[in-house]
């Protein structure tokens, strides 16, 4: 199955995008992992990428489909693949679906988890964190100490970026930048919506059910 996968966060694409790439036995290909892989091997490409970093400013759309075409043509997504994180905008889409062409490697679907904004916000907003790695949430599953660590004893925290501002802010820009591409990959009758207010079970097998129409 050859999938691109779009959530807003706090939608639980990183679950899905697990559960997808297990079940099918395709790669889960995420823009910002495999562009730092290629900054920390120093491939070409990621040396270009890197000089663009350094300064402070985003990786040109030249430069990251290089990376994304590289990715792709690798052997373990010979049986497909799960694209996160890519494309962000109308010409990343455009540009990969030129290389998708070369490749003989057309998208089967694109999944967009669907999950209303105040939903995100009570599961984001919830977080909490210790140093230790270990995480909570005040609703879904809290401490046994109200603040403190199961794990070390240590004191809980929370991200800024889990702060209810912050995170409305996120989504705002999500929504934003994905919108277009909903569109995008609707109009080319690619796109499937999915509730991703059910549990993670149940989402699961509405995608599983979804993509078993394109196998």
Same mark, same amino acid.
């Given at each position: 199955?050859?999938?691109?996968?779009?959530?807003?966060?706090? #939608?639980?694409?990183?679950?899905?995008?697990?559960?997808? @790439?297990?079940?099918?036995?395709?790669?889960?290909?995420?823009?910002?992992?495999?562009?730092?892989?290629?900054?920390?091997?120093?491939?070409?490409?990621?040396?270009? #990428?890197?000089?663009?970093?350094?300064?402070?400013?985003?990786?040109?759309?030249?430069?990251?489909?290089?990376?994304?075409?590289?990715?792709?043509?690798?052997?373990?997504?010979?049986?497909?693949?799960?694209?996160?994180?890519?494309?962000?905008?109308?010409?990343?889409?455009? #540009?990969?679906?030129?290389?998708?062409?070369?490749?003989?490697?057309?998208?089967?679907?694109?999944?967009?988890?669907?999950?209303? #904004?105040?939903?995100?916000?009570?599961?984001?907003?919830?977080?909490?964190?210790?140093?230790?790695?270990?995480?909570?949430?005040?609703?879904?599953?809290?401490?046994?100490?109200?603040?403190?660590?199961?794990?070390?004893?240590?004191?809980?925290?929370?991200? @800024?970026?889990?702060?209810?501002?912050?995170?409305?802010?996120?989504?705002?820009?999500?929504?934003?930048?994905?919108?277009?591409?909903?569109?995008?990959?609707?109009?080319?009758?690619?796109? @499937?919506?999915?509730?991703?207010?059910?549990?993670?079970?149940?989402?699961?097998?509405?995608?599983?059910?979804?993509?078993?129409?394109?196998?």
């Amino acid at each position: 199955m050859d999938i691109i996968l779009f959530g807003p966060p706090g #939608a639980g694409k990183g679950t899905q995008a697990q559960q997808l @790439s297990e079940k099918y036995n395709i790669p889960h290909i995420s823009t910002g992992d495999i562009l730092r892989e290629n900054v920390r091997k120093g491939t070409p490409l990621g040396l270009e #990428a890197k000089s663009y970093m350094d300064n402070g400013q985003l990786v040109p759309d030249n430069v990251l489909i290089g990376i994304i075409r590289d990715r792709l043509s690798q052997d373990d997504c010979k049986t497909g693949y799960l694209l996160d994180g890519y494309p962000r905008t109308i010409p990343q889409a455009d #540009a990969l679906a030129g290389i998708l062409a070369e490749i003989s490697k057309p998208i089967d679907r694109v999944i967009n988890i669907v999950v209303p #904004a105040e939903n995100l916000v009570t599961r984001l907003s919830g977080r909490l964190m210790c140093t230790c790695g270990a995480s909570y949430h005040k609703t879904f599953n809290a401490p046994k100490k109200e603040g403190i660590c199961d794990v070390c004893g240590k004191e809980l925290y929370q991200r @800024s970026d889990d702060k209810e501002e912050a995170i409305r802010q996120r989504l705002t820009s999500y929504e934003a930048q994905t919108a277009p591409l909903v569109a995008y990959y609707r109009e080319k009758d690619l796109l @499937s919506d999915v509730d991703g207010t059910k549990d993670i079970k149940a989402v699961t097998q509405d995608i599983a059910s979804i993509l078993a129409k394109y196998e």
